[in-house]
């Protein structure tokens, strides 16, 4: 009899999901393949945008800044899920000095700007707020995103101080990380191409740690000095009580 409970419990489940969960996760499950050859980059956006559902706005103009061809090439075919060609495209068009970006998330509109003109401006600005979570989830992805990071043992001044130096922007807005802080001492906000992200977070944990009690300068010379002064004066002391 629980048996059947159980079994009628799962059917009457199955039955009462909607027609869009089911459409969402057999999205989520199908397969996009990247074919191996070389693929101009207008023609990669339209495919992976027919796949993911997005309108994917690509400006000749903004191809035409590229410093070498406009197209991407596999040695190899590439088979992966949705969030696997998201990330993959956004991995090639970054190599090819492009960035994607988002337009409107929600009626899935995005768009592909040159990293080295006067647009990578808005590849920063229209950067997506993550959770740390979520762009470790997904550390091969060059999307621009933005992250809290909370702090534990230092606060966001010495945090930045010492994270700066390996992450100071060597080339154009695009590809730049922005340290800083929203008035908190115990949070650090981190914004760029997640891929990076994920690089300071991880480096984050190296500076983040619990530190010892600083011993004040010249402290070990001084109580070196003062044992032999100790020493020195229980000699004497020996020697005169033994003239006594």
């Not at 700007?113 to 647009?119: E, F, I, K, M, Q």
């Not at 920063?124 to 060059?142: F, G, I, L």
């Not at 590809?175 to 906000?189: D, F, Q, R």
């Amino acid at each position: 009899m629980k048996s059947l409970v159980i079994a009628a419990a799962l059917t009457f489940a199955a039955c009462a999901s909607s027609p869009q969960d089911h459409d969402a996760r057999a999205q989520d499950q199908a397969r996009f393949e990247f074919e191996a050859g070389t693929v101009p980059i207008a023609d990669l956006t339209k495919r992976c945008g027919e796949f993911l559902g997005w309108n994917i706005m690509v400006n000749p103009q903004e191809l035409q800044m590229a410093t070498q061809p406009a197209t991407v090439t596999l040695e190899r075919a590439v088979r992966t899920d949705r969030a696997g060609c998201e990330d993959l495209l956004s991995s090639l068009l970054w190599s090819k000095g492009f960035g994607i970006t988002p337009l409107d998330t929600g009626r899935g509109v995005y768009e592909v700007v040159s990293l080295a003109g006067s647009r990578a401006r808005d590849y920063v600005s229209r950067a997506a707020h993550r959770t740390v979570d979520e762009v470790r989830a997904r550390p091969d992805s060059y999307f621009c995103v933005t992250v809290v990071a909370p702090l534990q043992h230092v606060n966001s001044v010495i945090a930045t101080n010492a994270l700066r130096p390996f992450f100071a922007s060597t080339g154009g807005p695009g590809g730049s990380i922005t340290l800083g802080n929203v008035g908190s001492g115990n949070s650090l906000v981190v914004s760029g191409p997640q891929h990076t992200v994920v690089a300071v977070l991880d480096m984050l944990r190296t500076v983040d740690v619990p530190s010892e009690a600083p011993v004040a300068p010249g402290a070990a010379q001084r109580l070196e000095s003062l044992t032999r002064a100790v020493e020195q004066l229980t000699k004497r002391v020996e020697a005169l009580e033994k003239r006594e």
